[in-house]
T-cell receptor
Framework: AQSVTQPDIHITVSEGASLELRCNYS??????LFWYVQSPGQGLQLLLK??????LVQGIKGFEAEFKRSQSSFNLRKPSVHWSDAAEYFC???????????FGAGTTVTVRA | KAGVTQTPRYLIKTRGQQVTLSCSPI?????VSWYQQTPGQGLQFLFE???????NKGNFPGRFSGRQFSNSRSEMNVSTLELGDSALYLC??????????????FGPGTRLTVL
């Protein structure tokens, strides 16, 4: 069965600084990978997804993620964070032939002025 | 186009009661999935419905059930509520589901509190 690990429970970053959120997955084949963001009191919004092809994926709100097969990682990055990026971020994985998303525990991002 | 809507947004029940949550998918979407989010277990897949049939199921007891109507709206029911059922229940819709290439769009969730 697939699984996802987000090693960082909480990250604090200054506004304007860069952000990187780590995600490691465990799966026998190449999985489909996703990053979602959840603002307080809201549902999940898809930031980006990786199915195949170019390993650097561009998403919404200025986010990008890089798939590294050798490291089983799919880290999320943003060059310059805004106060509105404060939220909880979830990495998720799904098998190519299935629909069920398996989520990591999430990383809470706090942005300080 | 309107997003996924869930009603009610907040619900308080007592142990032993049952509860029904509702989800209206994005117009044109025929697949609806349900997830449970708790601080301890995180986000866990409950089940997926397509064309009024349950197509996928997670590892939850039979107290958790659902159904889908011909207009793709879905309901989730939890019977004999337990304290541990307190959670945010999220609904997600997609065009046809079935494979993970079909993006799931999430609603704001229903916050269930069991006293």
């Amino acid at each position: 069965a697939q699984s996802v690990t987000q090693p960082d429970i909480h990250i604090t970053v200054s506004e304007g600084a860069s952000l990187e959120l780590r995600c490691n997955y465990s799966y026998g084949a190449t999985p489909y990978l996703f990053w979602y963001v959840q603002s307080p009191g809201q549902g999940l919004q898809l930031l980006l997804k990786y199915f195949s092809g170019d390993t650097l994926v561009q998403g919404i709100k200025g986010f990008e993620a890089e798939f590294k097969r050798s490291q089983s990682s799919f880290n999320l990055r943003k060059p310059s964070v805004h106060w509105s990026d404060a939220a909880e971020y979830f990495c998720a994985v799904a098998p190519s032939n299935d629909y069920k998303l398996s989520f990591g525990a999430g990383t809470t991002v706090t942005v300080r002025a | 186009k309107a997003g996924v809507t869930q009603t009610p947004r907040y619900l308080i029940k007592t142990r032993g009661q049952q509860v029904t949550l509702s989800c209206s998918p994005i117009s044109g979407h025929r697949s609806v999935s349900w997830y449970q989010q708790t601080p301890g277990q995180g986000l866990q897949f409950l089940f997926e419905y397509f064309s009024e049939t349950q197509r996928n199921k997670g590892n939850f007891p039979g107290r958790f059930s659902g159904r889908q109507f011909s207009n793709s709206r879905s309901e989730m029911n939890v019977s004999t509520l337990e304290l541990g059922d307190s959670a945010l229940y999220l609904c997600a819709s997609s065009l046809v589901g079935g494979t993970s290439t079909d993006t799931q769009y999430f609603g704001p969730g229903t916050r269930l509190t069991v006293l």
